[in-house]
């Protein structure tokens, strides 16, 4: 027996209903935010995240499944969305036609993470990107966007944290204090914060096990490094925000895992009383450098992606899905090898008119077939047996006000379209 790949998931029977009802719901909300879809390839050429998220991101440095393919070249499944949607704006010029470029995207994801509840190897993500203007009323825009998603689906345990990191000069000032301060006590750190001091040390901000450590709650904070540019358009990103009644936290040791984000980031916050409180549901920022250094015209970005299973796992938690459970407008019962041979030719016609109608293939006793009709709630069920075939009828009960009438073969479609439709 082979077993699945630890930290992935198989998703079957409601919780695929689910997956492709989130899709659904929100790819609908998104169209209406002016948003198109982008499918980009799984695999992509390694240096492109590595370049996009940092060489000493977390994503680049440990969690990227890479491999040289059968022609030795170094590529990889794609750790998150951001870096492949902005490859193909460049190579596919998206930027020619329109200042502003709005992408979403739904699909898989990979990162050699430990794997745990909210966390996988494999996971979806659905995500935004609005490319080629820098504004700070997109910015709110986008964060809009996603609080509008969440109000769709009923999701309200969460919140919105926000920063802003400023520019690259600001951030890198901001870096070198950093690095003086922790240096005094960086070994009563954990490891990574260790690791990180020389390589990222904005990263200790976030660090999730010293996170509560006085040393970190009272490092530095970036506003002081940052322009006034920054700073009053972080000010005009929060004023939208506040216009449009969007609650926030702002939490200046937000600074985010990944290299090309600058000046506004933000995260959503699940808030719950189990395994998942604390988990990013959402995540995203503002990228003015990345399309350029991946080679492409000087323009700015800002967008954000959800965890696809987070969010399944929320909504079920709170009993957010409607009834999905699959329901047939007609199961045919039939009585006899002949029921049955007629049956089929029955069911092609039902399903031609667009009914959703089953049939159990192996069985003929009355029980046995009750059993498939209860499991698809059908709303009729047809029942075909010697005396229906010799009259040329059929006999239908329903399930929604327990009647029964027989009804002549040739009427039956008829019929059916009256009471369903
Ligand atoms: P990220 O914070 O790395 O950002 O991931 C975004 C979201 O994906 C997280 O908030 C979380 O919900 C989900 N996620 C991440 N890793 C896992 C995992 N191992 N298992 C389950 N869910 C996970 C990005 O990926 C950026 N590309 C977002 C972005 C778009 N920024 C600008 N545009």
Redesign the pocket.
């Known amino acids: 027996m082979i077993n699945k790949i630890k930290g992935t998931i198989d998703f079957y029977n409601l919780e695929a209903i689910k997956y492709r009802y989130l899709e659904r719901k929100v790819t609908d909300v998104i169209k209406d935010f002016g948003f198109s879809e982008i499918i980009t390839p799984i695999i992509e050429s390694t240096e492109l995240f590595v370049r996009s998220t940092g060489e000493e991101s977390d994503?680049a440095a440990k969690e990227i499944y890479s491999f040289l393919d059968k022609g030795n070249r170094n590529v990889a499944l794609r750790p998150?969305?951001?870096a492949g949607v902005v490859r193909s704006y460049i190579e596919n010029k998206l930027y020619v036609n329109n200042n502003l470029t709005k992408l979403y995207y739904f699909g898989p994801?990979f990162?050699y993470?430990r794997p745990q509840a909210?966390?996988?190897?494999q996971?979806n993500?659905f995500?935004?990107?609005a490319i080629g203007v820098s504004s700070p009323l997109l910015d709110a825009d986008v964060i809009m966007s996603a609080v509008n998603i969440f109000k769709n689906l009923g999701i309200n345990n969460i919140k919105l944290v926000i920063n802003t990191i400023g520019d690259f000069a600001s951030r890198s000032l901001y870096s070198k204090e950093l690095q003086k301060y922790f240096s005094k006590d960086i070994k009563s750190l954990c490891s990574d914060c260790n690791r990180r001091l020389t390589t990222s040390p904005l990263r200790i901000l976030d660090c999730k096990i010293d996170k509560d450590n006085p040393l970190i709650l009272n490092a530095p904070k970036i506003n002081d490094f940052l322009t006034e540019e920054s700073n009053i358009y972080f000010e005009k990103v929060l004023e939208v925000l506040k216009t449009n009644n969007v609650k926030y936290e702002i939490n200046r040791n937000l600074v985010?895992?990944?290299d090309y984000y600058t000046d506004t980031v933000f995260?959503f916050i699940i808030e719950s009383d189990d395994q998942l409180d604390g988990?990013?549901?959402?995540?995203?920022?503002k990228?003015s450098d990345l399309v350029k250094s991946l080679g492409g015209p000087d323009l700015p970005?800002?967008?954000?992606?959800?965890?696809v299973?987070?969010i399944i796992a929320i909504m079920s938690e709170n009993n957010l899905f409607p009834n999905l459970e699959p329901v047939a407008d007609v199961v045919i019962i039939a009585l006899d090898d002949a029921a049955k041979l007629y049956s089929l030719k029955l069911i092609n016609t039902l399903r031609e008119n667009n009914f959703y109608a089953e049939i159990d293939y192996v069985n003929t006793t009355m029980k046995q077939q009750f059993k498939l009709s209860e499991r698809l709630n059908a709303k009729y069920l047809i029942i075909v047996g010697e005396e229906e075939l010799k009259n040329k009828t059929l006999t239908v009960k329903s399930s929604l006000d327990k009647t029964q009438e027989t009804i002549s073969e040739e009427n039956i479609i008829k019929y059916l379209k009256e009471k369903l439709k």
Do not use: D, K, N
């Open positions: 994503i998150e969305g951001t994801m990162r993470e909210g966390r996988y190897r996971f993500q995500g935004v990107e985010r895992g990944l995260e988990l990013a549901i959402c995540a995203g920022g990228y970005g800002v967008g954000y992606a959800f965890g299973e987070r």
